[in-house]
């Protein structure tokens, strides 16, 4: 057959150059098509969104829970709880954010917990921040000072968990301590409260004068410390007795409380306190302070005071039951 016809072999039909030219093109694009399949499947294998797991303990909500019961017996920690203060732009205006923090020091300043003050505060649980010890020795540092003005109004739950713990409140402001239970009780701050429990140790803070008051199912396994400087003192309630004390250097002794308590208070950086069980210590320091030759001489006064002796002029101290 003539042209634009063509032979396709001596059983083949005949076939136009048109319809060959349109076969040839939609063979290369099915294939162009294929291609780009494969291509798009490839890169699809290659690109992928991948959500790395988040620290379990960081939680960005008003409730901060911090859990450290899990890191295994030989692991201590120093929790430290601050606020921070951030100046974000938001439609070009400058507003500053007050921001709690719960930090382990003990891991590279790791932040483990944070929230806004504001929406801390404003959470309808009465306690939002709680913090559970693990078995190793957990110290809970307050830096009060570091919340200036600001109020948290949602006092801080301090589990020690296992192991020989502490708190220590720093603050620049006196100090209300409570200890009205075994290793348990409250802080109550100028700005900050803890209640706290399994907890062996207490520190104030230096320079300061805080208050420790027991109560009369109050013990503490540990050692109650004042803090260096000021004047801090401890006050019995609820009819608690001493039985027996000793007194060390520096403001130190231990304290026996008559039963039902019968348990043993070691302190450290106490300043002069009536202690009970027959021992008065009386602060003189200002008569020393303010004598010329600074002269000072203690003698016995009978079974159970001192006789003080500055410049000549004598100071006694009675007796107590």
Avoid at 26 to 50: C, M, N, T
Avoid at 137 to 152: C, P
Wanted: zero cysteines.
């Amino acid at each position: 057959m003539a042209f634009p016809f063509k032979s396709e072999g001596i059983s083949g039909r005949p076939i136009s150059h048109r319809r060959a030219k349109l076969s040839e093109i939609l063979k290369a694009k099915l294939a162009r098509l294929v291609k780009g399949s494969r291509v798009q499947r490839e890169l699809a294998d290659r690109i992928r969104l991948i959500f790395d797991p988040l620290e379990p303990r960081l939680l960005l909500n008003a409730d901060l829970n911090v859990n450290l019961a899990t890191d295994g017996p030989n692991v201590d920690h120093e929790i430290l709880v601050r606020l921070i203060e951030e100046v974000q732009t938001v439609n070009n205006v400058a507003t500053t954010i007050q921001q709690v923090q719960i930090i382990d020091q003990t891991d590279g300043g790791k932040v483990l917990a944070f929230g806004d003050l504001s929406t801390i505060n404003a959470s309808a649980n009465t306690s939002s921040i709680s913090i559970t010890g693990g078995s190793g020795r957990d110290t809970l540092k307050i830096d009060e000072d570091s919340f200036g003005a600001n109020t948290l109004s949602k006092s801080i739950l301090f589990d020690g968990g296992g192991g020989n713990d502490k708190v220590v409140f720093d603050s620049s402001a006196n100090t209300a301590w409570t200890l009205n239970g075994n290793n348990a009780g409250t802080i109550n701050g100028a700005h900050v409260d803890v209640a706290f429990t399994g907890t062996e140790n207490l520190k104030g803070a230096d320079g300061n004068n805080d208050t420790f008051t027991i109560a009369a199912a109050g013990k503490l396994s540990g050692t109650m410390d004042g803090g260096f400087g000021g004047q801090d003192t401890i006050v019995y309630s609820g009819g608690l007795a001493a039985s027996s004390a000793t007194l060390g250097a520096n403001g130190s002794g231990k304290v026996t409380f008559a039963n039902p308590n019968g348990s043993t208070l070691a302190f450290e950086n106490m300043e002069p306190f009536a202690v009970g069980g027959g021992v008065l210590v009386v602060d003189r320091s200002a008569t020393v302070s303010a004598a010329a030759n600074k002269n000072v001489t203690v003698q016995a006064n009978g079974a159970n005071s001192l006789r003080v002796i500055i410049d000549g002029t004598n100071y006694d101290s009675a007796a107590t039951s």
